[in-house]
Structure formats: C-alpha cells, structure tokens
C-alpha cells in the first residue's frame, strides 16, 4: 500500500520560498499525478497543483505564477516550490496521489500524506 | 474555474439517522466527481469516486449519485464514527473543492 509523507521547514519567512518535499513509498510513480492541496487552518481544501511522473504539470491558475511542482523518480519524491510568500499561505499541505485516465479512480486522490503545517511569519 | 457549492453547511443528527449532502456543480463536470471525508487532525479519505463508485473499504452506507451539475452523498445510518466534516471535489476541468459540510451529533 502506498504511504506518502510530507516534509519541510514548519516556519517561513514572509516574503521568503516555501519547498516540500513528498517522499513515496510502497508503490510506484507511474500513471499517477502527484498533488499538493492545502489547508488553511479551520477552513476548506484549496489544490495546489500536480505533476506526472513524465513531466506533465497542472496548477491552479491563482497560485500558477508562484508555484513549481517537479518529480524525483530516482528518489520516488516530488516536491513543491511556493515563492514570495506571505501570512495568507498559512496552512497545513498535503501532498496527495491522484488516479490518472490509465487507472480506475481517475481524478480522486486515494492516497495522502499526513499533512505538515506552514506558518509564514517574522 | 468551476465553483462547487455544498449544502447545508451543518447538520445536525442523530446517529441512526439518514444524512443527505448535496454538491451543486457551477458547470457540468459529468461524473468526474469525488467525495472525501475529513475528521479533526487527519487528512481526507476518498469514501466515493466517479460519482457513485465507493473506494476500497468504504462502508456500504455510504453511497453517491447525480450527475452533470447535481450531486448527492448519502449516509443511511449515522454511526458516530461519521460525524465529520465532508467534502466534494471536481476533475472535469482543472480540480476544485467545494466549501465542505460538517456534520454535527444532534
């Protein structure tokens, strides 16, 4: 069964780039896209992006001009880059698997990892 | 972008009681749409996908339909383990949330 878990600085500074890093384990890379959803504290789910491991990128347009999203298939990682942040980009991320047209859950995310919380201040 | 609307916001029930979660579609996203449930401190899980298809291991309470703009989850029976907060998510064109549905022990 796969098990995705999510790392990185918990403390950012404004103004200041935020990378995570998803490490995968127990499954492959293959026919999946690889996302990262976040989560404001006490309120809803807003998606980030995805990455195929073939290159293949998606974002959500608001986020688009300050987010990168790449996959290691060497390292079985994939990882984000949120640049000039700032207190708004609080939450907690997730990084998340989602079922490509090749899989039977296309476009639901059946895996996740446990979350990491990111707090942007000075 | 295509704006999920849940409602109502809260319900409140019983356990034993019927809930019924509606997710309205601001554009058609035909059946490409997914059902999660969240509780305190955890990450989502996929309960239903393609509208009414449940995941793996998904209890059979809990069930999906609708198509196009309108979409229902449905729990037959509470169990307390269900109260949460739920949450429908679209892949017909890019991928949204909708605001999410928490219900609540009456």
């Known amino acids: 069964q796969v098990q995705l878990q999510e790392s990185g600085p918990g403390l950012v500074k404004p103004s200041e780039t935020l990378s995570l890093t998803c490490t995968v384990s127990?499954?492959?890379?293959?026919?999946?896209?690889w996302s990262w959803i976040r989560q404001p504290p006490g309120k809803g789910l807003e998606w980030i992006g995805y990455?195929?491991?073939?290159?293949?990128?998606n974002y959500n347009p608001s986020l688009k001009s300050r987010v990168t999203i790449s996959v290691d298939t060497s390292k079985k990682e994939f990882s984000m880059m949120l640049l000039s942040v700032t207190t708004a980009d609080t939450a907690v991320y997730y990084c998340?698997?989602?079922?490509?047209?090749?899989?039977?859950?296309?476009?639901?995310?059946?895996?996740w990892g446990q979350g990491t919380l990111v707090t942007v201040s000075s | 972008e295509i704006v999920l609307t849940q409602s109502p916001a809260t319900l409140s029930l019983s356990p034993g009681a019927r809930a019924t979660l509606s997710c309205r579609a601001s554009?058609?996203?035909?059946?490409?749409l997914a059902w999660y449930q969240q509780k305190p401190g955890q990450a989502p899980r996929l309960l239903i996908y393609d509208a009414s298809r449940r995941a793996p291991g998904i209890p059979t309470r809990f069930s999906g339909s609708g198509s196009g703009t309108d979409f229902t989850l449905t729990i037959s029976s509470l169990d307390p383990e269900d109260f949460a907060v739920y949450y429908c998510q679209q892949r017909r064109y890019l991928l949204t949330f909708g605001g999410g549905t928490k219900v609540e022990i009456k």
């Open positions: 127990g499954g492959s890379l293959s026919n999946y896209y």
């Open positions: 998340a698997r989602e079922g490509s047209r090749l899989t039977i859950m296309y476009g639901a995310f059946d895996s």
């Open positions: 554009q058609s996203v035909t059946t490409y």
């Open positions: 990455s195929s491991d073939s290159g293949i990128t």
